[in-house]
């Protein structure tokens, strides 16, 4: 992520949307994925990442300068992505969508059979996430695909380091069972 | 260490890079000669951990920095953004006192009660007023009483006379 200084914070929270679409495009990223493969559902995600940064404008005069600003955000986008995760559960609304869409998927050259490899990839990551709980999951995203430290991932789903330990381990042995399946 | 404790730690710690130095030999060894625990270290790596390594990052689609800026440009200036900012307001004006630690706050409150009240009532006057007080009250509960028969006082002073107060 390009670095974001507090002076650009400070811009965007006085209504600079020149300095927000700036600390737009250095976050959205990984915002985007974390909140992708959380939400499983790209439609969903689309939504959650509008969401997220409508939220982390309307918070930015409230952000403390105190912790680091990507856990700031990291923590807006996985909380929104678990919330609705958990509210698309209670209300039986949970879908899983097997859509890398052509558009967005960074594509070396005219590479066609790595792009195959790659939706391959991307449904079996899909599939695999299903079977673990949205907290789990977002452990999961975090740790693999983030590839946060155990204190990072505390901090931005404010859980204790054994809570870490705990539901990366349960993920685990989920998709370690999953495996055996095929 | 037994297996299940090194199970724990491959799952976790060890997988992630989470150990120290001094515990790592210690687990390598053992998944070396401990087939239960290699065949849990391979199925944590090839069922786990490897199929999220091969997936590329995306890009989030164009059109959703734009509805960004259509929500934040229609968001409401309601009474929820006017209280929200009277606590941003409350927040920086008390975020000194909440840095204090309770009792100290709970201290320096009473100290200021007990101080009020000395300035308040003079020590040399306290039983003077509290004398005088106490006879008010006194009076004040006897009027409209069984001993006044409901009259008040007034009236039955003047129905039996100035004696019965002397």
């Known amino acids: ?182 | 260490m037994k297996c299940e404790e090194i199970q724990g730690l491959i799952l976790t710690d060890y997988a992630d890079g989470e150990i120290g130095p001094e515990t790592r030999p210690e687990i390598e060894e053992h998944i070396r000669i401990c087939g239960t625990c290699r065949q849990l270290e391979e199925a944590m790596r090839r069922d786990a951990r490897e199929p999220f390594k091969s997936v590329m990052k995306e890009l989030p689609p164009a059109y959703i920095f734009e509805r960004v800026k259509q929500a934040i440009a229609s968001a409401p200036k309601d009474k929820n953004d006017i209280l929200e900012n009277v606590r941003a307001l409350a927040g920086q004006i008390f975020l000194p006192f909440v840095k204090i630690p309770r009792p100290v706050v709970a201290f320096a409150a009473g100290a200021m009660v007990i101080v009020a009240i000395v300035i308040a009532r003079p020590i040399g006057e306290i039983r003077a007023v509290d004398q005088y007080l106490g006879e008010q009250a006194s009076f004040m509960a006897s009027l409209d009483t069984a001993d006044t028969n409901g009259e008040g006082m007034f009236d039955t002073y003047i129905k039996t006379g100035a004696e019965k107060f002397v």
């Open chain 1, 1 to 182: 992520m390009t670095d974001i200084s507090d002076e650009l914070i400070r811009k965007a929270a006085q209504g600079d949307m020149a300095a927000f679409e700036k600390i737009y495009k250095a976050t959205s990223g990984f915002v985007y994925n974390v909140v992708l493969r959380i939400a499983s559902n790209r439609s969903d995600a689309d939504e959650i990442t509008q969401d997220v940064f409508v939220k982390v404008h309307k918070s930015l005069d409230r952000f403390g300068f105190r912790s680091s600003f990507k856990t700031w955000v990291y923590r807006i986008a996985a909380n929104t992505a678990i919330n609705h995760c958990k509210k698309a559960a209670r209300q039986d609304q949970g879908k899983v969508e097997y859509d890398p869409a052509v558009h967005d998927i960074a594509i070396p050259g005219d590479a066609m059979a790595q792009f195959d490899d790659q939706k391959l990839a991307a449904q079996k990551v899909t599939s695999l996430l299903q079977v673990l709980d949205p907290d789990q999951r977002a452990c999961i995203v975090l740790r693999e695909m983030e590839e946060l430290d155990y204190k990072t991932i505390a901090d931005t789903l404010q859980i204790n380091l054994n809570t870490v330990r705990s539901r990366l381990k349960r993920a685990r042995q989920k998709l370690i069972a999953e495996g055996r399946k095929e």
